[in-house]
């Protein structure tokens, strides 16, 4: 039975890199997706050309019984399941005062509420494996500009060091904060230049740099409860 790894949000930018990776360490891989699935199917075909096995899985986040059932939809379908990877998130330039209950409400379910209860599934329907959670670099400070994505960030940093110690030994639970690595939807190049000539390296990143964070918390079995900041010293 080979293993597999469920990354969610995996059919394009840094979900889709980290599923490719994946791959290429030898995992089968469970490709979750929303709206994108003409991404998914093409990313499904790039996995498969490393000899792996890779289904793709269509849910919305923003619901929590489909977020609920995902797990066990992975695991009946592909029972290697070790690895879940919580990528997915949505990302709003809205201030305190502009945001809506049904804003608040969306950007929770996607970007906190979907990974705790996927996180909570996983642990019920494995014997052992990891987490990994994809934070932000702007958790180490206090940010106030998109104010429920930078919240919902922030929880889930919080989640991550509590499960590392409520679900070991059996399960290590990391998180991966990148940094200036890809524009947000709507953005271009100029607005990463700016954000990354502020930090210590000066540079934009890629997601090679993500890649081979994924690598080193998987390989490394001795980690957990780690805040792995991949951001060109953007949060000093």
């Known amino acids: 039975m080979s293993n597999t790894a469920i990354i969610t949000g995996g059919s394009k930018r840094i ?10 360490l030898g995992y089968d891989i469970a490709l979750h997706y929303n709206r994108s699935r003409k991404d998914a199917l093409n990313t499904q075909a790039k996995i498969r050309d490393f000899g792996v096995k890779c289904e793709i899985f269509k849910a919305d986040l923003s619901d929590p019984s489909q977020a609920s059932g995902l797990i066990k939809d992975v695991k009946k379908k592909m029972p290697g399941l070790e ?64 104010f429920v994505y930078n919240l919902t960030k922030n929880s889930l940093m919080h989640l991550t060091l509590m499960l590392a110690k ?16 890809l524009p947000a ?19 934009i990143g890629d997601t090679s740099y993500i890649n081979s964070g994924v690598r080193y918390l998987v390989e490394n079995k001795f980690i957990t409860g780690e805040m792995l900041f991949i951001d060109g010293g953007q949060h000093l």
Do not use: W, Y
């Open 83 to 146: 690895l879940l990877v919580n990528n997915a998130s949505v990302f709003k330039e809205k201030r305190f005062l502009d945001v809506k209950e049904k804003d608040f409400d969306n950007e929770f379910n996607i970007n906190f509420k979907s990974p705790f209860f996927l996180s909570q599934q996983f642990a019920k329907n494995v014997s052992g494996g990891m987490i990994i959670n994809l934070l932000d670099a702007r958790v180490s400070k206090v940010h106030t500009a998109h």
């Open 185 to 203: 939807s709507g953005e271009n190049i100029r607005q990463l230049k700016k954000i990354a000539a502020k930090t210590p390296l000066k540079k």
């Open 166 to 181: 409520e679900l070991g030994p059996e399960i290590r639970v990391n998180a991966i904060c990148p940094g200036p690595v």
């Open 15 to 24: 979900g889709r890199s980290i599923a490719l990776t994946l791959a290429e």
